[in-house]
């Protein structure tokens, strides 16, 4: 594909290449699920409390955006694989944390090591300020997506209040 033209064409094919990336992750995410045996939901956990380290039933239930209930259920499927594990906060002995165990790392590692060794050498390639860039508009893209996730959140939960309460 040649470079776009003008500006116009430059962002219609930065959209287009941020959605098939997009649609890419999903197809893999949902295929490294499969391999694992574990639901999307389920991994979209592992990676939370593996990304933030030990971290609450509450914390998690907020990032994943589950309710309490669920994440309690999620936390017993992966516990019982040995995935997570609860423990006492050191601090805190009425908190209970969740991590995850070395079982993930062994279990991940035949697909996750090539693409972390490949990303690394992808990104040799950058220079330092082409990589701060990709940086800031990735977490700006981040922030963005949490805006109207929200955004989005809001609008069904003003769907659900109208259906509830109809007139």
Sequence with gaps: MGRP???????????????GWQTD?????????????RTRTEMRVIDIVQRLGPITAGQLAAEVRLTSGAVTA???RLEAVGYVRRLRDTVDRRRVLIEVT??????SEPVFRQIAEE???Q??????????????????????????TARVQAMI????RKAANPG
Excluded: C, S, W
């Design 74 to 76: 999620v936390v017993d």
């Design 123 to 148: 990104m040799a390639a950058y220079t330092d300020e082409e990589l701060a860039t990709i940086f800031r508009f990735i977490r700006e893209g981040r922030e963005f997506l949490h805006r109207h």
């Design 157 to 160: 939960a003003e769907r659900d």
């Design 5 to 19: 033209a003008d500006r116009a064409e430059l962002e219609a094919a930065a959209v287009d290449e941020i959605r």
């Design 25 to 37: 992750q999903d197809i893999f995410d949902e295929l490294v699920a499969e391999l694992a045996g």
């Design 119 to 121: 990303g690394f050498g």
């Design 102 to 107: 070395p079982k993930v790392l062994e279990a």
